[in-house]
């Protein structure tokens, strides 16, 4: 990608073995504090948003240690957050075309069906939904007050505990 003039910014998982402990969070780490290690030709960055809570970006892009003196934020973090806004947006993008062709192709295969575009979103996201809120309604670490609502919305007796999950 570097020969074709390509660079990336992207968050890394903590749990990746390659990380090693200075970088990810724990309660010696300051907040606001950052860290970076320079590896050939990209560098690794963490930062503490908050108490326990670190920020592990990968880079391609940065080959030092700059830090924003207004923010006191590395260059790495706030090259990465003015960007990530765009990306957010072509993945919603990109969700709504997939759903607009699913409604279109169900509409082709309905040609009496008259239902529109919003009902066939709603329905679409619901069971989407489904699956995963039918086994909350199964799980007692849940409130039950919860587990009412979320039954209620599906439309669907609570199960009484201890009844065995259909899901």
């Known amino acids: 990608m570097l020969s074709k003039g390509l660079t990336v910014i992207r968050t890394l998982k903590k749990n990746k073995r390659e990380i090693t402990k200075e970088f990810l969070p724990h309660k010696d780490r300051e907040i606001k504090s950052f860290l970076f290690a ?5 560098t690794i960055a963490s930062y503490v948003s908050k108490k326990n809570k ?27 957050n003015s960007t990530k806004v765009s990306v957010d947006a072509v993945d919603q993008i990109l969700l709504d075309m997939r759903a607009l062709n699913a409604y279109i192709i169900q509409q082709g295969r309905e040609r009496a069906s008259k239902m529109t575009h919003m009902t066939f979103l709603k ?45």
């Open 54 to 80: 670190s920020v592990i970006l990968v880079s391609y892009m940065h080959h030092d240690n700059s830090v924003d003196e207004s923010t006191n934020k590395p260059e790495i973090i706030l090259q990465y």
């Open 38 to 42: 320079f590896i050939k030709d990209f």
């Open 123 to 167: 329905g679409l996201a619901k069971s989407l939904c489904e699956l995963y809120m039918k086994k909350a309604c199964y799980n007692q670490r849940l409130s039950t007050q919860l587990r009412t609502i979320i039954a209620t919305a599906l439309q669907i007796c609570l199960p009484t505990p201890g009844e065995p999950s259909l899901v």
